[in-house]
């Protein structure tokens, strides 16, 4: 299976400010699935980041709010903008395994708590 | 459209007790099913997983069939132990899709 890097694993960051997650695959994968889960919630998938367009987005999430990068194959970025308290929230990456291990990968996670 | 619905927690029991956790879901066509367990300050890592109907998907102890007739694939385990404590999301993708829908999740506590 793929193995994920994301970081910061965790941040405290003022209302207004804009924090930006990083994750690193260890391979070349076609999509990269961003989630959120809030506390004491499941996972909602927030965009879907394709490497060379622009990333799909989920029903009530928005390109200017959850900016998505993608420069290339094994890495993608989002970034949480204009943050107020409702954006606290664990945010993971995700890929899709191809083969024999199918399944999904998920990053450890970041644990955003915004003051 | 797709959604996973799963028991409501919390479920505790006590080590050695049997395990359900049921999990239903109302994608059409064959969609993947899996379950993710998420321990303590960890993140989500696949438990088991099944893909075609009949299926039956096993891993440390656990396992769920995948039951078209019902769409269905309850978690069970025979035997828990504290270890075992942690929250447990059912999942599927949307048919034809690469998106993965979760359940709410289902937090489990194993006491000794």
């Known amino acids: 299976s793929a193995v994920i890097s994301q970081k910061p694993s965790r941040d405290i960051c003022q209302r207004g400010t804009s924090l930006t997650i990083q994750c690193q695959v260890d391979?070349?994968?076609?999509?990269m699935f961003w989630y959120r889960q809030q506390p004491g919630q499941s996972l909602t998938l927030i965009a879907t980041?394709?490497?060379?367009?622009?990333?799909?987005?989920e029903s009530g999430f928005v390109i200017d709010k959850f900016p998505i990068s993608r420069p290339n194959l094994t890495f993608s970025t989002l970034t949480v903008s204009n943050m107020s308290p409702e954006d606290s929230s664990i945010y993971l990456c995700?890929?899709?395994?191809?083969?024999?291990?199918?399944?999904?990968?998920f990053g450890s996670g970041t644990r955003l708590t915004v003051v | 459209g797709n959604s996973v619905t799963q028991m409501e927690g919390p479920v505790t029991l006590s080590e050695e007790a049997f395990l359900t956790i049921n999990c239903t879901y109302t994608?059409?066509?064959?969609?993947?099913l899996f379950w993710y367990v998420q321990y303590p300050g960890e993140g989500l890592q696949l438990l088991l997983k099944?893909?075609?109907?009949?299926d039956k998907g096993s891993n440390k102890g656990f396992e769920a069939t995948y039951r078209k007739e019902t769409t269905s694939f309850h978690l069970e385990k025979g035997s828990v132990q504290v270890s075992d404590s942690a929250v447990y999301f059912c999942?599927?993708?949307?048919?034809?899709?690469?998106?993965?829908?979760f359940g709410k999740g289902t937090k489990l506590t194993v006491n000794p």
């Open positions: 995700s890929v899709e395994n191809q083969g024999a291990n199918a399944g999904y990968t």
């Open positions: 391979s070349q994968v076609t999509m």
């Open positions: 980041a394709n490497q060379g367009s622009e990333a799909t987005y």
């Open positions: 994608a059409t066509g064959y969609p993947s």
């Open positions: 099944a893909t075609k109907a009949d």
């Open positions: 999942a599927d993708t949307q048919g034809g899709s690469e998106k993965l829908v």
